[in-house]
């Protein structure tokens, strides 16, 4: 694409077309003050959950649109690329004309992070120790989404790191997940950290290999991959109270080893190991048969007869592509999934907002900040609480029936022909209860020729392909199981032990909990990012399962030089109070619903995924630890002070 100075009038002018009014005012406002582009006047347009704002003045749009051209072109005239980003106590409006309404002054501090003005904006620069951390060593387990913000923010502390990532590159579910069809399901924009907002996307949302790609530029541009050990499994983890360290115990190419630690953070997630049914006769299936994790590039799908187990998300993903791809599908449901439609799900970004992303100072921040803002908890009212005054049977709120209807209505419309699928493509629990899943050409799929879509349960699995329980066999040339993960098992299947007691122990009364989803009574100097309860409902996991924990171990740390202790452990006082509090607001939520049978589950009837926290009120929670929460203990002698 071309470089400002060589763009015309004509070609700015295309470019301005591509970019979303509502961002265009943001960043005129931001780099210029303009004080008309404030006066616009919103109007409103339909959204998922209820209206929103819109510039829909045709006026008010080519006033920020010619506003636009004309900071470019002057910028473009004198040869002087725009680097003036504006005067910041601007901000706080600029924040509100891109979305359209007030950012409360709570909110406010959240939002300049989110809004990536700094290079890294969840940095946190260490406080108490001037002369260095001495011998102090972290060991960070993983290196997806959450391991790399890790490495990425303790390089910039100045603390000594290591990362064990098991597998043979960076990426956590991107690298494992490989299966046609596989993408993102929030905007790739909004699925990023704060400090990757340079990374040049080119999808609306990216597939596997994009955000794999994402994730190797995140590595390689803050220069951390060197303090990656590769094909390097955590097996162990075992507390030491006398010399308050960690013994990390791990298997590698030259076989098993340990080493120390005075902190670990698992950034392991609780996506990242393959889930397989229980069916009988499952070994004794003929051909190639994996699970969607384990998929098999070698095989060419082309002609091939595919048995699909299972319609969440990743099964809905991968049969389109399968048929796409020349192969005839037979997939197995057990429950279905509601579906929502995204027309550009596929799309790529115009050409316009990539040139706009290069040229345009804020253009990217403000993209960016919409994307997170649109599917944040704090735009309508949560879809996910209950009302208990609501009546009707199938939802449970005036928010939650407005999502279930906008499922509803474009199943209608997409299989207004065939009532036995539109029968079978409607759960019996509330929208949003389970992972919705932006359609990815499924209800297509399975109204043509080459997909069938089997309700009946499976019985058996046979040679030759699936049984069903009326005795019917599916007879497929590939099986595979797309049963999604051990979502309830977190830190599994690492055995974590300190004090003679095992975090499966702590959690043997009703599956895995967390003081904030982070610490773990009895467990000192260990912090988990994406950990129990924080897989936000409408935030992002950069940000709510990432970020904010990560800020939060790096404070936790930092006590630990201020008083020159050796080890940090949350109290079981607090612990059990913050697990009160969140089973008082899950209790609120539609996760408590009987109907609800997804992986947010887990084997004692409680979800350990979801969380019942908004991202702001998570934000404020996490900003500065409670340090009255924790028990601080030893001395730690070559630590600086």
Request: proline share 7%.
């Amino acid at each position: 694409m071309k470089d400002l100075v060589d763009t015309t009038d004509a070609e700015i002018e295309q470019h301005l077309l591509a970019a979303d009014p509502m961002t265009l005012r943001a960043v005129v406002y931001q780099l210029t003050g303009d004080p008309a582009v404030v006066a616009t006047t919103l109007g409103e347009a339909p959204g998922r959950l209820g209206p929103v704002k819109v510039l829909s003045d045709p006026a008010a749009v080519e006033l920020v649109r010619s506003a636009a051209a004309t900071y470019l072109r002057a910028h473009r005239d004198a040869g002087v690329p725009p680097v003036d980003y504006g005067a910041m106590e601007r901000l706080p409006v600029s924040l509100g004309l891109a979305v359209g309404q007030e950012i409360p002054e709570a909110a406010l501090e959240f939002a300049i992070e989110e809004l990536a003005v700094e290079p890294i904006p969840r940095r946190y620069d260490l406080e108490h120790a001037p002369g260095g951390v001495g011998d102090f060593h972290v060991v960070v387990i993983g290196s997806g989404v959450g391991g790399i913000n890790a490495a990425v923010n303790l390089q910039e502390s100045g603390i000594p790191f290591t990362v064990l990532e098991k597998n043979g590159d960076v990426g956590g579910t991107w690298h494992d997940n490989r299966y046609p069809g596989c993408r993102v399901d929030i905007p790739s924009r909004a699925y990023s950290h704060t400090f990757g907002l340079h990374y040049p996307w080119s999808h609306w949302f990216a597939p596997q290999d994009e955000n794999n790609g994402y994730l190797q530029w995140c590595v390689d541009t803050f220069d951390v991959r060197d303090r990656i050990r590769f094909d390097t499994e955590v097996t162990a983890l075992a507390w030491d109270d006398s010399s308050a360290t960690w013994t990390i115990s791990y298997k590698d190419a030259d076989g098993p080893g340990t080493m120390t630690a005075n902190v670990v953070i698992s950034a392991v997630g609780f996506l990242s190991r393959p889930k397989f049914p229980t069916i009988e006769g499952m070994e004794t299936f003929a051909g190639p048969a994996f699970h969607t994790v384990w998929w098999d590039e070698t095989i060419d799908p082309k002609g091939k007869h595919f048995g699909v187990i299972g319609t969440g998300c990743s099964g809905m993903q991968l049969v389109p592509d399968l048929e796409r791809m020349g192969a005839t599908v037979t997939v197995f449901q057990r429950r279905p999934s509601w579906v929502f439609e995204v027309p550009i799900y596929r799309d790529e970004l115009p050409d316009g907002m990539r040139w706009l992303d290069r040229h345009l100072p804020y253009f990217r921040n403000f993209e960016k900040f919409r994307a997170i803002w649109a599917v944040g908890d704090h735009v309508h009212a949560s879809p996910f609480f209950k009302d208990p005054d609501w009546a009707d049977p199938d939802s449970l709120s005036h928010v939650n029936s407005l999502a279930r209807q906008a499922s509803l209505s474009y199943l209608q419309r997409k299989l207004a022909d065939r009532p036995d699928l539109l029968e079978a493509s409607i759960p019996d629990s509330p929208a949003m209860a389970s992972r919705p899943v932006i359609d990815n050409g499924w209800l297509d799929a399975i109204t043509g020729p080459n997909v069938e879509l089997v309700t009946e349960p499976i019985a058996r699995i046979v040679p030759e392909g699936i049984t069903t329980e009326s005795g019917r066999t599916v007879a497929v040339d590939v099986l595979v199981y797309a049963t999604g993960f051990e979502t309830s098992k977190f830190l599994w299947p690492m055995e974590v032990t300190a004090r003679g007691r095992t975090v499966n122990e702590l959690w043997a009364t009703d599956g895995a909990r967390a003081y904030l989803g982070i610490s773990l009574p009895g467990f000192p100097n260990l912090f988990c990012i994406y950990g129990p309860n924080t897989n936000s409902n409408q935030g992002t996991l950069p940000t709510m399962g990432s970020e904010l924990q990560t800020r939060y171990a790096l404070q936790c740390i930092d006590e630990l030089f201020r008083t020159g202790s050796a080890s940090i452990e949350v109290t079981r006082e607090a612990y059990d109070d913050y697990n009160r509090r969140l089973d008082e607001g899950l209790a609120r939520t539609i996760f408590s619903d009987p109907r609800l049978h997804t992986y947010y589950i887990n084997e004692h009837g409680r979800s350990s995924s979801q969380t019942c926290w908004s991202t702001l009120e998570y934000w404020r929670m996490t900003r500065h630890p409670d340090f009255s929460d924790y028990q601080i203990s030893g001395r730690h002698g070559a630590v600086a002070n």
